[in-house]
């Protein structure tokens, strides 16, 4: 099973909303991402928890707050978002970071738009 | 600063043919490479990777080919077929550790019949 669950698969919510993007892994990964993807550009990474603990935000709004409450879940709050923020989310997960021969799968994604 | 790029946003190829898809990356300390497929509409999907001591690998209709000295790589894909239409990333966690893929700009597949 390399399967990464993301929920929900759409999400439109006015720029005062708060809401929250999940997602879950059953694979024993112990590295997890959100990572942001706009129209025909490459994923770009927001967030990476490894053992459960934030290591590395890459300069994300504080509008968006992730959370990892255990090493299966992943969640991405969401509060007072702005159009410019309407893209595809996307999780992921790896074994443990990102040595050779380590590969990051992907979930689906949970496209937002900001309203 | 360092990069992954791709040659060419859009390849297309007739049904049937051979496709390659190029990238360049510009980190000697590479030793890692992952190429990944992403449908119109999903999440990248994991095709192939090759690690540093490699320069070749090769799966179920893909190849990918590694050449250190130019920092060059290639998926090639064999037989095209339509279910192969999509975005292709070649990506690079050249940071190691927990700290995320680096993804090229992406080349989009566009299959004719």
């Known amino acids: 099973d390399t399967e990464v669950t993301q929920t929900p698969k759409h999400l439109v919510m006015g720029m005062t909303n708060k809401k929250s993007l999940k997602c879950e892994q059953h694979m024993g990964h112990r590295a997890m991402y959100w990572y942001k993807q706009k129209a025909k550009k490459p994923p770009e990474l927001m967030f990476v928890?490894?053992?459960?603990?934030?290591?590395i935000n890459e300069s994300v709004p504080s509008r968006f707050s992730p959370e990892c409450p255990n090493s299966s879940l992943l969640n991405l709050h969401l509060h007072a978002l702005q159009p410019e923020d309407s893209a595809l989310y996307l999780c992921a997960s790896s074994p443990l970071g990102l040595t050779s021969g380590n590969t990051i799968y992907f979930g689906e994604g949970s496209w937002l738009t900001v309203v | 600063g360092e990069s992954v790029g791709l040659h060419l946003p859009t390849l297309s190829v007739q049904e049937g043919d051979n496709s390659i898809i190029n990238c360049a990356y510009s980190n000697s300390a590479s030793d890692y490479f992952i190429w990944y497929k992403q449908e119109s509409g999903k999440g990248p999907q994991f095709i192939i990777d090759?690690?540093?001591?490699?320069d070749k690998r090769q799966g179920q209709r893909v190849t990918v080919l590694l050449n250190k000295t130019v920092k060059h790589l290639s998926l090639q894909i064999a037989a095209t077929q339509p279910g192969d239409s999509a975005v292709y990333f070649c990506?690079?966690?050249?940071?190691?550790?927990?700290?995320?893929?680096?993804f090229g700009k992406g080349t989009h597949l566009i299959i004719q019949p």
């Open positions: 090759i690690r540093s001591n490699m």
């Open positions: 990506a690079d966690p050249s940071g190691g550790g927990a700290d995320g893929l680096t």
């Open positions: 928890y490894s053992y459960e603990k934030l290591s």
